[in-house]
C-alpha cells in the first residue's frame, strides 16, 4: 500500500479543495476570535485592570496595522505554489530558511493548543455556574470541560465544510445578540453628555503600562484574523478569497469591538464606565443594559452565548493546531503518522492527538485542583495569544527578507509592499516587547512569578524540537528536505502578480 503521506507527492494527501467560498473562510477565522468573548469579557476585564476607557481607539489602532501587516503577508501568500501548506510554516520558511520554518511550526501548535486548552477552562467554570444559576445543580467544572472537549473533537473529525456550517451557526447567532445588546445600550443612554473623547487618541493614555496593555489585549482580541490563509488549500480562490477573507474578518471584528466599547459607555456614562467594569456585584458590564431593559433571562442568554462563543474558538483553534500538525507529519519534519488523513481528507491522527491533549489538561488541572480560569484559561489563553504574536512579528520578518531576496516578485507593487512591510515589523517588535515586560501582569500573576519564564521556556523547547526534526530531515532525507515551502521557482514567481 503507498505511503499516503509522502512529502514528494503532496497532492495526493491534501485536504480536498475548492469547498470553500471567500465567506465560509471569513466564518472560520471570525469564529476563532470569539467576538463575545471579546465583548463579555476581555474588554471589561481590560477596563477595570488597566483603569482606561479606550478600548474603541486601541481596537482601530491595532486593526488599521493588522491590514498594513496582511499587506505583505497575502502579497508573500500570492508567490507561494498552489499545494504549499497554509499558515505561517511556507512564509517563516521561504523568507528566514526551512529550518527556524519547522521550528516556528512547532512553536505554532503550542500556541494554538494553549489557545484551545485556555478555552475548555472558561467553557467548564462559566458552564458550571450557568446550570447553577438555571437548576440549583452545580456540576463540577472538569465534567463539563469534559463534554466541551468531546464535541470539539467529534466536529474535529469531521469534514471542513461540516466545521464551516456548524461554526457559521454559531457565528451568526452569537452577532445577533452582540447587536442586540449594543441596540439596547444605544437606545437607553445614561443622562449627560455623549462620551466622545472616546473618540481621541488620549483615551488611550494613563499612568503605568495601561497604555500598553490595552494595545496588547486588543492585539489578543483580533488573533484569529491571522488565520484565514491557512485554509488556502481549501478555498475556491486561494488568492483573492482569502485576501477578501482576512480584510473582511479585521473590519468585522474592528467595527463590532468600537461599537461594543462606545455603546457600553453611552449606556452607563463615561465618568461610570471603568467603575462598572470593576464592579464584580452587578451583572458583568456588556450585559447590564440588556439586563436592565431586558430582564434577568438577558444575563443567562449573554453567558450561554458566552459559552458558545468559546466552544466555536476552541473548535476553531483545534483545527488550526490538526493543520499545523499534518503538515508537520507530511514533511517528516515530526512523526509521520500525524501526517495521515482520513478518506474525505481530514487529518484525523493529527486531531485525534490534539483531543488527547486536550484531555490531558483538563485532567491535570482537575486533579491539582487549581482554578481552571486561572491555570487553563488567564495561563493557557494568555501564553498561547504570546505565542501568537511572536510568529506574526517573526512571519513579517521574513516577508521583509523574502522581497528584499525577490524584488519582483509582486512587479509594480513592490515599493508599496517592502514599505508596508517593514512598518508592520517594527510595529510588532515593538508590541512583543512591550507584551514580554508585562507578561506577568498580562497572566495575572504577582510580581516574581516564575510564570513567565516557564512560558517562555514552553515555546523555546518547542521551537527546538523542530529544529532538531528539521536538521535531522536535511541530514536523512535532503530530497524531502528542499521539498518544505518552495515558493521561489521561476514560474511561480513569473506568473504572480
Not at 462 to 485: E, M, N, Q, S, Y
Request: glycine share 12%.
Amino acid at each position: 500500500m503507498p505511503d499516503t503521506t509522502d512529502t514528494l507527492s503532496p497532492a495526493r494527501d491534501r485536504l480536498r479543495s475548492g469547498r470553500l467560498g471567500a465567506g465560509s473562510v471569513a466564518f472560520l477565522t471570525l469564529a476563532a476570535a470569539g467576538p463575545f468573548l471579546v465583548v463579555g469579557g476581555v474588554i471589561p476585564t481590560g477596563m477595570a485592570q488597566t483603569g482606561l476607557a479606550g478600548f474603541l481607539v486601541a481596537f482601530v489602532v491595532v486593526g488599521a496595522a493588522f491590514a498594513v501587516y496582511c499587506v505583505g503577508y497575502l502579497a508573500m501568500g500570492r508567490q507561494l505554489p498552489s499545494d504549499a501548506p497554509g499558515g505561517f510554516y511556507p512564509y517563516i520558511s521561504s523568507g528566514l530558511g526551512r529550518v527556524p520554518g519547522v521550528g516556528a511550526t512547532w512553536v505554532a501548535v503550542v500556541a494554538y493548543t494553549a489557545l484551545t486548552v485556555g478555552l475548555y477552562g472558561l467553557i467548564g467554570d462559566t458552564a458550571s455556574t450557568l446550570l447553577e444559576t438555571a437548576t440549583g445543580v452545580r456540576l463540577p467544572w472538569w465534567l463539563l470541560a469534559a463534554t466541551a472537549l468531546g464535541v470539539v473533537s467529534v466536529f474535529g473529525l469531521a469534514h471542513i465544510t461540516t466545521n464551516r456550517t456548524v461554526l457559521g451557526i454559531f457565528l451568526v447567532a452569537e452577532i445577533a445578540v452582540i447587536l442586540t445588546f449594543i441596540t439596547v445600550d444605544l437606545t437607553h443612554p445614561a443622562p449627560g453628555p455623549l462620551p466622545l473623547d472616546l473618540l481621541t487618541p488620549g483615551s488611550l493614555f494613563g499612568h503605568g503600562g495601561g497604555t500598553f496593555a490595552l494595545l496588547a489585549l486588543s492585539v489578543l482580541g483580533i488573533v484569529g484574523a491571522e488565520l484565514a490563509p491557512l485554509y488556502r488549500n481549501e478555498a475556491r480562490e486561494p488568492r483573492r478569497g482569502v485576501a477578501r477573507a482576512t480584510y473582511a474578518t479585521i473590519a468585522v471584528l474592528v467595527g463590532i469591538f468600537a461599537l461594543a466599547t462606545w455603546a457600553m459607555a453611552v449606556n452607563v456614562g463615561r465618568d461610570n464606565l471603568v467603575a462598572a467594569a470593576a464592579d464584580t456585584k452587578a451583572p458583568p458590564l456588556f450585559f447590564a443594559g440588556a439586563v436592565a431593559h431586558l430582564g434577568p433571562h438577558a444575563a443567562t442568554v449573554g453567558q450561554a452565548f458566552l459559552i458558545t462563543s468559546a466552544l466555536a474558538g476552541a473548535l476553531a483553534f483545534h483545527n488550526t493546531a490538526v493543520r499545523y500538525l499534518s503538515d508537520l507529519g507530511r514533511d517528516r519534519t515530526g512523526p509521520a503518522i500525524l501526517g495521515r488523513r482520513s478518506s474525505s481528507g481530514t487529518p484525523k491522527v493529527a486531531s485525534l492527538v490534539q483531543s488527547a491533549v486536550g484531555g490531558i489538561a483538563i485532567l491535570a488541572v482537575a486533579i491539582s485542583g487549581a482554578e481552571p480560569m486561572t491555570a487553563l484559561f488567564y495561563f493557557g489563553g494568555t501564553s498561547g495569544a504570546v505565542g501568537i504574536i511572536t510568529l506574526l512579528t517573526v512571519t513579517a520578518v521574513a516577508i521583509v527578507v523574502y522581497f528584499a531576496r525577490h524584488p519582483h516578485a509582486v512587479g509594480t507593487r513592490v515599493p508599496w509592499v517592502r514599505v508596508s512591510s517593514v512598518i508592520a515589523a517594527l510595529a510588532l517588535a515593538a508590541l512583543l516587547v512591550l507584551v514580554v515586560a508585562n507578561l506577568g501582569a498580562l497572566l495575572n500573576e504577582p510580581d516574581g512569578s516564575a510564570a513567565p519564564v516557564v512560558v517562555f521556556g514552553i515555546y523555546l523547547g518547542a521551537f527546538l524540537v523542530g529544529v532538531v526534526w528539521a536538521l535531522r530531515l536535511r541530514h536523512t532525507d535532503p530530497a524531502r528536505f528542499d521539498a518544505i515551502a518552495d515558493p521561489a521557482s521561476a514560474a511561480v514567481l513569473g506568473g504572480a502578480r
